[in-house]
């Protein structure tokens, strides 16, 4: 059966479904992230540093087991949906089922293989037994890994709302078990390892049924389809597994070099810096399947589209950047003494996911045309820079020099994705409203800067201060005449969301 064209994503005003979608999926990152932050207290309450230890080791297993179990096939699906959807919804249904199928039969042997590696590895490692918490902590991935395929198709279908309300149904549940386990059974870490598992084997079970009333998912399996999707997906694989190898190793050379205080207002700062993270993922994650939606039909087109989101991105998370900086202080107040020192280098971490929005774009680009390898190759040269950066600046300065290895790392990425992709298939740019947010915004950066070390003012005046500088970066947009097509596309995507929140018909008064 054919495809309807017109029910194409990429259809209609990008930014009306971005502010919608992206809206959606920004406020369950939220909900969820802030409550593991609240959390955090409560689980070192009943847990010795020994055994937080154990669980943060864990959690470091599952995210290596879950690249090499999953093998990015995630993002296979993403690349041939589009091509497959518009031959007929039965080859949707032969992709999905082959890969699923495929990390089925591939995870279990991984986890065989772990089990029998688990005497030489993982228990002298961490001097715990396989059984329980070794065996609940890798089989659980499996699982994860199943329901995140299933994520995978719904994002591509922009149905962003069945993956927030049931991520935030299992987080409840989950978190709901965590806490009897360790308050009233007096559990310690395996009431967390055991409330990831529940979260886990909810998610396979809730987005599997998904599936099967979709009618995605058959017992059907073909060899060329796992071919052309492993041929994809196993280049990025190098790439995952670096970025977990950078993404943990500013800490554990932060306490080898420095002190576990050092860590702790390090962590704090990067875990203030990932809310900038969240806004940039919920963003682009929607971008992302729109553009490649519209690259399988028209590339031109879908290269305008890319274009003008860049421009609309910029300016908007340059804002969303500057009021974290800015006021990351006055939130660290809420925190015990010992930890407002942290405000003073969440600006320079919140970078790393600026930049980071940047390049994903141009990294769909390279999706598109299967220059996979040169994703790869960027995402190692990002984790070596990171790493030996580390080496170099953390014995000397501390916390500033693990922060400014990470950044670098993202910005070498970055640099990377947007040469490349521009040489291979160039995007054309509205560089004149580019240039005029980078250096409005930059200006009134450093004026903040400038303010808060060279002037002796309290905290009430300096944040009275702040805010108009804050604002002030509005001025362009809606006084220089470069910023209009910005401005409109703003304000169409306020009114959307706003449509979508209140459910409230807007009459245009123009």
Known sequence: MSINLKTEIHHGNQFKKIARHGGLLFTSSIIISLSSFVLIPIYTRYLSPEQYGIWASLNSITQFLGVAIGLFLGSSFSRYYFEEKRISNENVSFLFSTNFWFIFGWGILVILICILISPFTFEPLLKISFYPMIFATIVPVLFNELGISVQSYLRNTLEIGKIVFRDIVIF?????FILMFLIFFNMGVEALVYGAAISAILSFIFYTLIAKRKNILRFYFER?????????????VPSIGSGVIARFSDRLMLAYFGTLDEVGLYSVSSGISRVMYFFIDAVTQVQGSISMSALTENKEKAKKQISEFLTFY???????????TMFAKEFLYLFPESYQSAYKIVGLLALSPFFGGIYRPYATILSYHKKMYLISVASMLSAIFNI??????????????AAVSTVFSVFIFTVWIIYWSQKIDPVNHNLLSIYTAFIFGLFLLFSYYYIDIYLELDS?????IKIPIFFSFFFPLFFLSSMKKVRNELLESIKSLHQKIFKIKIRDKN
């Open 172 to 176: 409840i549940i989950s978190t709901l």
């Open 224 to 236: 060329k389809v796992i071919k052309k999707s492993l041929a994809y997906s196993l280049p990025l």
């Open 314 to 324: 910029i300016y908007i998370s340059f804002f969303f950047y500057l009021g974290l």
């Open 388 to 401: 030996v950066g580390n080496f170099i600046f953390i014995p000397i300065f501390g916390q500033l020099g």
């Open 460 to 464: 009430v005046t300096l944040f009275l």
